[in-house]
T-cell receptor, first 112, second 115 residues
Framework: SQQGEEDPQALSIQEGENATMNCSYK?????LQWYRQNSGRGLVHLIL?????REKHSGRLRVTLDTSKKSSSLLITASRAADTASYFC????????????FGTGTQLKVEL | GAVVSQHPSRVICKSGTSVKIECRSL??????MFWYRQFPKKSLMLMAT?????????EQGVEKDKFLINHASLTLSTLTVTSAHPEDSSFYIC???????????FGEGSWLTVV
């Protein structure tokens, strides 16, 4: 299946440190998106990077995309306790219409 | 911004009964809605894609007679879990996109517990 793999599955860091999460996928994509999910809640869209882009920034977020390796990374700088959540990458597959295929997710815990 | 509302947020039902979950787009016309299922600490698994006025497209392995999806209007899609069993207990999330399909908005999800 197209479902992406994310690593690490879980990440625990101290407040102020940077958090890096990686996502790999299997087929050609139109874009890749990162979402955040607080426990038991819906998803919040964080950032979208198109297949012809290599890097994108939004506030404390930095996303990279390497289509040759079929991988992406999400960096959260200067993490805060409020960043504690699960983070998912999701791909819009070329020729797949508007549906998104989600990665396995990284559970991030930021401790004070 | 655009909002997608799901109702109910939590529901408990008895085995063998059916339960309906609604997904509404509040300030835009959602030509396409998606239904996902999520187990605790797991990823979202796409169940089906529903397009207004036509039959839903189910992903492989999803029983369409078990999970009935109706998208009768541009602002409402419903997921009905028929003859529910405890193994159907899960978190169900919908998402919706407008005609351009560029932005996808997610509902807050619905917790289903079958006892």
């Amino acid at each position: 299946s197209q479902q992406g793999e994310e690593d690490p599955q879980a990440l625990s860091i101290q407040e102020g440190e940077n958090a890096t999460m990686n996502c790999s996928y299997k087929t050609s994509i139109n874009n890749l998106q990162w979402y955040r999910q607080n426990s038991g809640r819906g998803l919040v869209h964080l950032i979208l990077i198109r297949s012809n882009e290599r890097e994108k920034h939004s506030g404390r977020l930095r996303v990279t995309l390497d289509t040759s390796k079929k991988s992406s990374s999400l960096l959260i700088t200067a993490s805060r306790a409020a960043d504690t959540a699960s983070y998912f990458c999701a791909t819009k597959i070329t020729g797949g219409g508007n549906k998104l295929t989600f990665g396995t997710g990284t559970q991030l815990k930021v401790e004070l | 911004g655009a909002v997608v509302s799901q109702h109910p947020s939590r529901v408990i039902c008895k085995s063998g009964t059916s339960v309906k979950i609604e997904c509404r787009s509040l300030d835009f016309q959602a030509t396409t809605m998606f239904w996902y299922r999520q187990f605790p600490k797991k990823s979202l698994m796409l169940m089906a894609t529903s397009n207004e006025g036509s039959k839903a497209t189910y992903e492989q392995g999803v029983e369409k007679d078990k999970f009935l999806i109706n998208h009768a209007s541009l602002t409402l899609s419903t997921l009905t879990v028929t003859s529910a069993h405890p193994e159907d207990s899960s978190f169900y999330i919908c998402s919706a996109s407008g005609e351009s399909g560029n932005t996808i908005y997610f509902g807050e999800g619905s917790w289903l517990t079958v006892v």
